[in-house]
């Protein structure tokens, strides 16, 4: 679990990251930059969420 943590925090981390330098480097402007990063974020949360959910087969 600790493992799977720690991937998620990482993770989420490069999230804030790559979402911050997409704004500052966008070729859009600010509204459709932000209404592109949310769907972007909330499809990857999913995928995110489904990955912590699933049980750690290594410690069987």
Request: proline share 3%.
């Given at each position: 679990?600790?493992k799977n943590?720690?991937?998620?925090a990482?993770?989420?981390?490069?999230m804030?990251i790559?979402a911050?330098?997409g704004v500052?480097y966008a070729?859009?402007?600010?509204a459709?930059?932000?209404?592109?990063?949310?769907?972007?974020?909330q499809?990857?949360?999913?995928l995110?969420m489904?990955k912590?959910?699933?049980?750690d087969?290594?410690?069987?």
């Amino acid at each position: 679990m600790k493992k799977n943590l720690k991937a998620a925090a990482i993770l989420g981390a490069g999230m804030i990251i790559g979402a911050a330098l997409g704004v500052l480097y966008a070729p859009h402007k600010g509204a459709k930059a932000r209404r592109r990063i949310a769907k972007w974020t909330q499809e990857n949360k999913d995928l995110l969420m489904a990955k912590l959910r699933q049980p750690d087969l290594k410690h069987h």
